[in-house]
Nanobody
Framework: VQLQASGGGLVQAEGSLRLSCAAS??????????WGWFRQAPGKERDFVAA????????YYADSVKGRFTISRDNAKNTVYLQMNSLKPEDTAVYYC????????????????????WGQGTLVTVSS
């Protein structure tokens, strides 16, 4: 499975961006995977941002983005999105999407450990 992340860019504080992560290639069906978005700022570790389950629309967010970011998935398009509103300079980072073969329809993961596949990252820069 190959993941292609896109949608990053330069935006002013309080602005919005929508990141996309498209899956392609052979293997399991799109609904076999739970998804997550992580981010990594310069000199820092990769941090959890948001996650969504295989089914039932279960989502989970880092406290720092709760109420501002929304993760969603479009199974027909094999794509996961991260809608980011009210962006802050501290949201500046490279954003990575990840997918993992969750054993349950309802589970999410906030740690990178179980993720099998990663996108290449897309840079988000928020200016003050």
């Amino acid at each position: 499975v190959q993941l292609q992340a896109s949608g990053g860019g330069l935006v002013q504080a309080e602005g919005s961006l929508r990141l996309s992560c498209a899956a392609s290639g052979r293997g399991r069906t799109f609904t076999s995977y739970a998804w997550g978005w992580f981010r990594q700022a310069p000199g820092k570790e990769r941090d959890f941002v948001a996650a969504i389950s295989r089914s039932y629309g279960i989502t989970y967010y880092a406290d720092s983005v709760k109420g501002r970011f929304t993760i969603s998935r479009d199974n027909a398009k094999n794509t996961v999105y991260l809608q980011m509103n009210s962006l802050k300079p501290e949201d500046t980072a490279v954003y990575y999407c990840g997918a993992w073969t969750a054993p349950s329809m309802r589970v999410v993961s906030t740690t990178p450990t179980p993720y099998n596949y990663w996108g290449q990252g897309t840079l988000v820069t928020v200016s003050s």
